[in-house]
């Protein structure tokens, strides 16, 4: 479909169009979650893997540093890459991320992962749900969420060297706040510029990057959540 085929949409091609984009964008959101899950799962039952990567600073850093990078290929060069290649990043994303959340493992008992994990989709569920179907304009909001979100990266870094207690919940139940916000901010964007328009590899491209934008919402979230209510071992 073209850029003018796009004016003559009735208003319920338009709908069907949004939910046909939108349906592909949980779908690979979802595949990235199993992913992560399942690698984080596996390492955490392995002793020998579990140490080579929560023991090495180096490898747990150098894997952290792979995840960034990727996720600035992915966004810098989204319209140079081929789908197969955006594809493959993301998925090696998710890869990636597994590997190092697996300390979650260590920390947290897995009844709390669990059921935070649960919870975290409820509330991730809530509020997609919302930012796809309001009519209000979230913009502003979205604007908001951003600059509180570069003020949690920035008391986060001051918080590894300081090691403060009261700064390490107010960021968490802030990071709540936030990532709660820019799931139904990122989803009512996502859904504005969803597949009108869009044709094979540059919709699956912007499917994906749709997924990884809401994928990363939904793993920051749970994380927060974790911290406020997972049982440490």
Request: hydrophobic share 55%.
């Amino acid at each position: 479909m073209n850029s003018l085929n796009q004016f003559s949409l009735t208003q319920e091609e338009v709908k069907a169009e949004q939910a046909s984009f939108m349906s592909k964008v949980y779908a690979w959101m979802g595949i990235a979650l199993l992913i992560t899950g399942i690698t984080a799962w596996y390492v955490a039952q392995s002793q020998q893997l579990l140490e080579a990567i929560v023991m090495n600073r180096g490898m747990f850093f150098g894997l952290m540093i792979g995840e960034l990078a990727l996720v600035f290929i992915i966004s810098a060069r989204i319209n140079k890459l081929s789908a197969a290649a955006v594809t493959a990043m993301f998925v090696a994303y998710s890869l990636l991320n597994g590997l190092t959340l697996s300390i979650l493992f260590v920390v947290y008992t897995s009844a709390s992962i669990s059921s935070t994990f649960f919870i975290t989709s409820l509330t991730f569920g809530a509020m997609s749900a919302y930012g796809y179907f309001t009519k209000k304009d979230l913009t502003s909001l979205g604007n908001i969420m951003y600059m509180a979100l570069i003020g949690i990266i920035i008391a986060s870094v001051v918080n590894w060297f300081a090691q403060n207690e009261a700064l390490y919940w107010i960021i968490s139940y802030v990071g709540v706040l936030v990532f709660t916000g820019l799931t139904a901010y990122d989803t009512q964007k996502i859904k504005q510029l969803s597949g009108i328009g869009l044709e094979g590899e540059a919709e699956r491209k912007g499917a994906i990057m749709g997924a990884l934008t809401l994928y990363l919402d939904f793993i920051n979230l749970f994380i927060m959540l974790l911290r406020i209510l997972g049982d440490r071992r």
